[in-house]
């Protein structure tokens, strides 16, 4: 008994708590148990500074060598990473990623393209990607290059274009509507719109008559065997007066008869020279055109003019072997004289004044254009695979090679500090296949600079203030088909001094 009794005075204690416990209510109210609690709404987590752009640059390379195309990016804050840039179109072979990125003073970002391009002339892509911020908040980013300064749409199908009015005006030649468009080289504005749907033919081409003002047409169909339009028309762009100008005669003893104007240029005199072809066979003749006071022409032989023996001494023995003279007439800076491409040794000089044909200077290529500068006497020769300058004197600059088989035209630069630069711009009809435009140094003569051109870009014309360079393309319907044009102005300035050359 003595032995239990401590165990005894333990446990009625804890028997009396365990009963008191037993009695109580969990629940506050006295009625259900509480369900457990839910939980609760997390507290707002910061997401970090995003980063903005600020502003872009683009410098281009010069495609050939390093320096190559580069995109700056500027941020409002610091940046410490970035991903590769996505495309929004489909990349072609000669279009790579830019993998070479730099960081430079924590808020610029520079992707570089080694060794390729970023953009063709008239094209604007668009990069998109995420920069990381320095405290780890992503940004998405979007950032567009256009490598143009602003385009012109134009709701047809643009066949010729050029510079007019001392290069303030275009004069634009819309095939499906069949009319001529005075545009405002600076706004793209309507000054006045010609109808030409009276005209037969499909193509039609123009020559501006520096002794008058005049714009002279002439039209031939593309596909008919002797279908001839021997009819050359006069426009007075600014009564828009639009009549015919000369009728070219058939002469009943000679069977195939060359009947269709190819080519026409004039002289400031006033007279000029008339290419005719047969669309029969491959005979070509070539008339003297003087223009009367109304703006009428009056068609002449060679021979009617004293000093062209030599000239028609070579035209029967030898240029007709080479179904010469070629579509070329190009009227000099002063408007003295034409150069006409006459066949694949030697150019044939027009003097206006006179009426004279001389046999200039030899080059053995085929001839594809003569520029004469704006500016001054220089003519820019641009052959099969041969370019250089022809100068006054006789004496050319350094020769430089291009494939010039592409249809495309070749012009001066005439920006101040880069005048001794002409560029060639070689196209081509398909709108998947880009060509190219270069740069030639003309004092040493190098290719400079290269950049793929959009495919489907035709012509490419400067302006003698050296401020601006016009080309158009012919865009295309999802069903093939052209729908509409446009019309590129380049700030060339701001070229150049992207180049890096």
């Not at 279009?95 to 990125?101: F, G, I, K, V």
């Not at 066949?159 to 600076?186: A, S, W």
């Not at 060359?258 to 290419?275: N, S």
């Not at 408007?335 to 053995?364: K, P």
């Amino acid at each position: 008994m003595c032995k239990l009794r401590p165990v005894f005075f333990v446990l009625i204690p804890m028997l009396l708590l365990w009963g008191a416990c037993d009695g109580l209510d969990p629940s506050p109210s006295g009625g259900q148990p509480e369900p457990p609690p839910s939980p609760s709404t997390p507290e707002p987590v910061n997401p970090g500074r995003l980063v903005h752009v600020t502003g872009t640059s683009f410098s281009l390379g010069n495609g050939i060598t390093d320096p190559y195309d580069s995109l700056f990016i500027h941020f409002d804050g610091k940046i410490v990473d970035s991903t590769i840039p996505h495309y929004d179109w489909i990349t072609d072979v000669d279009y790579y990623y830019p993998e070479n990125r730099k960081i430079l003073n924590d808020t610029t970002l520079v992707l570089v393209f080694d060794g390729h391009q970023a953009d063709c002339f008239g094209q604007e892509n668009e990069y998109g990607f995420k920069v990381t911020g320095e405290d780890g908040t992503q940004s998405s980013v979007s950032v567009k290059i256009p490598v143009y300064d602003r385009s012109y749409r134009i709701d047809d199908v643009i066949q010729r274009m050029f510079l007019f009015n001392q290069d303030k005006e275009l004069m634009v030649y819309c095939e499906n509507g069949k009319k001529l468009l005075r545009m405002d080289c600076q706004t793209g504005g309507i000054i006045q719109e010609y109808d030409l749907s009276g005209l037969p033919g499909d193509c039609v081409y123009f020559t501006v008559n520096g002794y008058n003002g005049y714009v002279y047409t002439w039209n031939h169909f593309t596909g008919g065997y002797g279908f001839d339009v021997p009819t050359i028309w006069m426009l007075d762009p600014e009564s828009g007066e639009f009549r015919v100008s000369a009728t070219i005669p058939k002469e009943e003893d000679i069977v195939y008869q060359p009947l269709q104007p190819a080519d026409l240029a004039f002289t400031k005199y006033g007279t000029g020279v008339l290419v005719l072809r047969s669309s029969e066979t491959s005979s070509t003749c070539v008339k003297v055109v003087e223009t009367a006071s109304d703006g009428t022409l009056t068609l002449k032989d060679p021979d009617a003019y004293p000093g062209n023996e030599e000239f028609l001494e070579s035209w029967i023995s030898y240029m007709m072997e080479y179904n010469t003279i070629q579509d070329g007439l190009s009227e000099s800076q002063d408007g003295s004289y034409l150069y006409c491409l006459a066949n694949s040794a030697y150019y044939v000089r027009f003097e206006g004044e006179d009426c004279r044909f001389i046999v200039d200077h030899y080059n053995f290529d085929h001839k594809v254009q003569a520029v004469a500068n704006k500016k001054n006497g220089v003519w820019l020769m641009r052959e099969l695979y041969d370019q250089y300058l022809l100068y006054p004197d006789g004496s050319t600059s350094p020769h430089w090679s291009l494939d010039s088989r592409h249809e495309g035209k070749a012009d001066f630069c005439y920006t101040p500090g880069y005048e001794n630069l002409v560029i060639n711009f070689e196209s081509t009809h398909f709108k998947d296949n880009p060509a190219g435009i270069y740069y030639a140094d003309t004092t040493t003569g190098e290719i400079v600079f290269y950049k793929k051109v959009l495919g489907g870009m035709m012509d490419f014309q400067t302006t003698a203030d050296g401020k601006s360079a016009f080309s158009y393309r012919r865009e295309y319907s999802v069903s093939g088909d052209y729908s509409h044009s446009q019309i590129f102005v380049f700030d060339m300035p701001y070229l150049l001094s992207h180049c890096r050359l």
